[in-house]
């Protein structure tokens, strides 16, 4: 799914309160913040639960590119 990183936030948000998905070792999800062309990853198992096992993931950006978010406005 590609989408805006509000939508990704509920949708994660939505799928671990539900326990349909559940995070994997050694990822953190915090508050849910979705950085901007970032990279999550659900595996989903044949009994349609799933596995968070990257979020937000940027490190295919340069870095330069996710210095700014492009919802602010700056004055």
């Known amino acids: 799914v590609v989408s805006h990183g509000?939508?990704?936030h509920v949708l994660l948000q939505n799928?671990?309160?539900s326990r349909k998905v559940k995070t994997g070792k050694g990822v953190?999800?915090?508050r849910y913040r979705f950085s901007n062309a970032s990279v999550t990853v659900v595996?989903?198992?044949e009994n349609g639960k799933g596995t968070v096992v990257l979020f937000g993931d940027t490190t295919h950006l340069e870095d330069e590119?996710?210095?700014g978010n492009?919802?602010?406005?700056e004055q």
């Open 6 to 8: 509000g939508w990704m």
């Open 15 to 17: 799928l671990i309160e």
């Open 28 to 30: 953190n999800v915090g």
């Open 43 to 45: 595996e989903v198992e």
């Open 65 to 67: 590119l996710v210095d």
């Open 70 to 73: 492009v919802d602010i406005v």
